[in-house]
């Protein structure tokens, strides 16, 4: 099974500040990673597919870039609605595995 | 509107089974993969199973192999996810998703673009 892993695990950050997850598979996924934000209580959003594909409606001050085994979600300047949980994916095998989730937090 | 719908959560003992559906509408169901992602209190996010359009494929979390299994009705729109053995770490929210297949270099692969509201599974004596 591909194993992911998130760093950090979470961060606190201000509004306006930027920031960066870093996502790592246990073995290349080539560009077959997605990310999804999660609210408390909701059902995750699709953010990003195939490491960089900015989905329809997703504000672009987020961004994804990597392949093979890293890969990155920006978010260039967090507003208020951007505090919630992001995760990773990989759908390069099955069984389709996420990374452990980040919790982006008020500072 | 796309929507996905959950039902047929509930408490259960260990040991007992629960039958999870769900019901779609505003897409052409039957061209799309469907999955099952569950998700523990105050834990991440878990893929537990998918199955092809048509139904003739079908894969599982290695912790669901032999317990659970995923079926679909394209006649009602409508996936389903059948719960056997249930035990206490079975206990989660369980979504159901929609693949959408995107290509790279001649290889499809997915992501979940849509997802139900969830429905809360509870296994405790």
């Known amino acids: 099974d591909i194993q992911m892993t998130q760093s950090p695990s979470s961060l606190s950050a201000s509004v306006g500040d930027g920031v960066t997850i870093t996502c790592r598979a246990s073995?290349?996924?080539?560009?077959?990673l997605n990310w999804y934000q999660q609210k408390p209580g909701k059902a995750p959003k699709l953010l990003i597919s195939?490491?960089?594909s900015l989905r329809s409606g997703v504000p672009s001050r987020f961004s994804g870039s990597g392949s093979g085994t890293d890969f990155t979600l920006t978010i260039s300047s967090l507003q208020p609605e951007d505090f919630a949980s992001y995760y990773c994916?990989?759908?390069?095998?099955?069984?389709?595995?996420f990374g452990p989730g980040t919790k982006v937090d008020i500072k | 509107e796309m929507q996905l719908v959950e039902s047929g959560g509930g408490l259960v003992q260990p040991g007992g089974s629960l039958r999870l559906s769900c019901a779609a509408s505003?897409?052409?169901?039957?061209?799309?993969?469907m999955s099952w992602v569950r998700q523990a209190p105050g834990k991440g996010l878990e893929w537990v199973a998918h199955?092809?359009?048509?139904?003739?494929?079908?894969q599982y979390v290695d912790s669901g192999k032999g317990r659970f299994t995923i079926s679909r009705d394209n006649a009602k729109n409508s996936l389903y996810l059948q719960m056997n053995s249930l035990r206490a770490e079975d206990t989660a929210v369980y979504y159901c998703?929609?693949?959408?297949?995107?290509?790279?270099?001649?290889?499809?692969?997915?992501?979940?673009?849509?997802w139900g509201q969830g429905t809360l599974v509870t296994v405790s004596s």
């Open positions: 505003g897409f052409t169901f039957r061209t799309y993969w």
């Open positions: 073995q290349s996924i080539s560009s077959f």
């Open positions: 998703a929609r693949a959408e297949a995107y290509c790279a270099s001649g290889v499809c692969r997915t992501c979940f673009d849509y």
């Open positions: 195939a490491a960089s």
């Open positions: 994916q990989q759908s390069y095998n099955a069984p389709l595995t």
């Open positions: 199955i092809h359009p048509d139904g003739s494929e079908k």
